[in-house]
């Protein structure tokens, strides 16, 4: 299993920014999938977005569609969701996992994904 440390959450204004990252801790995630995925009170997990372990291919929810971004850095070490325009639906905790293959065949199935990080908070005032 790959140990894996979300940061990057906060409080934000509507219209605002941020940018989350997933890194793995004593491991690597050169050869995994990435998926981010969040769960707001009291709704069901949501499968945001997803990357290939290339980095090539990029899956996104309709409902952030345009807005995030998700991109490894040039190691594959670091995979970052950057999230402009934020609303207050996007308030959430916000989880990365991994996964042998991300698309959006499987984005929206989380048991597909095998080890997950502990998630970081991110509130958007209105």
């Known amino acids: 299993q790959v140990q894996l440390v979300e940061s990057g959450g906060g409080l934000v204004e509507s219209g605002g920014s941020l940018r989350l990252s997933c890194a793995a801790s004593?491991?690597?995630?050169?050869?995994?999938?990435i998926g981010w995925f969040r769960r707001a009170p009291g709704k069901e997990r949501e499968g945001v977005s997803c990357i290939s372990d290339s980095g090539t291919g990029t899956t996104y929810a309709q409902t952030v569609k345009g807005r995030f971004t998700i991109a490894r850095d040039s190691t594959k070490e670091t995979v970052y969701l950057q999230m402009n325009d934020l609303k207050p639906e996007d308030t959430a905790t916000y989880y990365c996992?991994?996964?042998?293959?991300?698309?959006?065949?499987?984005?929206?199935?989380?048991?597909?994904?095998?080890?997950w990080g502990q998630g970081t908070q991110v509130t958007v005032s209105s």
């Open positions: 004593g491991s690597t995630l050169e050869n995994w999938a």
């Open positions: 996992a991994t996964s042998y293959k991300c698309n959006a065949v499987t984005l929206p199935h989380s048991a597909l994904f095998g080890s």
